[in-house]
């Protein structure tokens, strides 16, 4: 897994380079987002039950045949293991939130999913609504005092990598 900084000084160790003004950019950027990465996941830490279960509640709501006899998500199993799916999605978000970085996504979340959620029938459309009213749900909490726009950034990822759309 990679950060922000490890990311960028890969790039132009591979050229030989010295980092030059745009590197620094990105580094002011990263640096100056710092505190409210920090923050935006210790609002994600403290509201994880909240974000799944008001992402869930909208998801099953926007498609309620997802609970219905023959739904994938139908019988408590498969429910709670959908659940367990959201949080993972938004512990991983909040990982790559502190990086700056989406390579872990990458790495631990989307490598191989696409295919173990097409042999199991795990609809991925109404996955990606999940995912994106967690996106929303923690956009929410965490007000408009302050720039949070990076809090998009992985949960889009997810999002895209799944639908295999180009990123
Ligand atoms: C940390 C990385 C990681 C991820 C992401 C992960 C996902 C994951 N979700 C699974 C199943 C599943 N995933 C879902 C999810 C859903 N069904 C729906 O209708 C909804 C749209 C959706 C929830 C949003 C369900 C219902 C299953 C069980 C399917 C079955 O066993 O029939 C499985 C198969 C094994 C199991 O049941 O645990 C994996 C590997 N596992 C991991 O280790």
Same mark, same amino acid.
């Given at each position: 897994?990679? =950060?922000? #900084?490890? @990311?960028?000084?890969?790039? &132009?160790?591979? @050229?030989? *380079?010295?980092? =030059?003004?745009?590197?620094? =950019?990105?580094?002011?950027?990263?640096?100056?987002?710092?505190? *409210?990465?920090?923050?935006? #996941?210790?609002?994600?830490?403290?509201?994880?039950?909240?974000?799944?279960?008001? !992402?869930?509640?909208?998801?099953?709501?926007? #498609?309620?045949?997802?609970?219905? /006899?023959?739904?994938?998500?139908?019988?408590?199993?498969?429910?709670?293991?959908?659940?367990?799916?959201?949080?993972?999605?938004?512990? &991983?978000?909040?990982?790559?939130? #502190?990086?700056?970085?989406?390579?872990?996504?990458?790495?631990?979340?989307?490598?191989?999913?696409? +295919?173990?959620?097409?042999?199991?029938?795990? /609809?991925?459309? /109404? @996955?990606?609504?999940?995912?994106?009213?967690?996106?929303?749900? @923690?956009?929410?909490?965490?007000?408009?005092?302050?720039?949070?726009?990076?809090? !998009? +950034?992985?949960?889009?990822?997810?999002?895209?990598?799944?639908? +295999?759309?180009?990123?």
């Amino acid at each position: 897994m990679r =950060d922000a #900084v490890t @990311t960028l000084i890969k790039t &132009y160790d591979l @050229t030989g *380079r010295y980092l =030059d003004r745009d590197a620094m =950019d990105t580094l002011k950027s990263f640096y100056d987002s710092g505190l *409210r990465r920090i923050k935006a #996941v210790n609002v994600i830490n403290l509201n994880s039950v909240d974000i799944v279960k008001t !992402a869930a509640a909208g998801m099953f709501t926007q #498609v309620p045949d997802l609970i219905r /006899p023959g739904g994938n998500a139908y019988t408590t199993r498969r429910y709670a293991t959908c659940l367990r799916d959201m949080d993972y999605f938004l512990r &991983y978000a909040s990982y790559a939130i #502190v990086a700056a970085d989406t390579s872990i996504l990458d790495e631990r979340v989307l490598a191989g999913l696409r +295919e173990t959620y097409n042999s199991l029938g795990v /609809p991925i459309a /109404p @996955t990606v609504i999940g995912i994106q009213n967690m996106k929303v749900r @923690t956009l929410e909490l965490l007000g408009t005092d302050e720039d949070y726009s990076f809090v !998009a +950034e992985p949960f889009d990822y997810l999002s895209d990598g799944l639908s +295999e759309r180009d990123i």
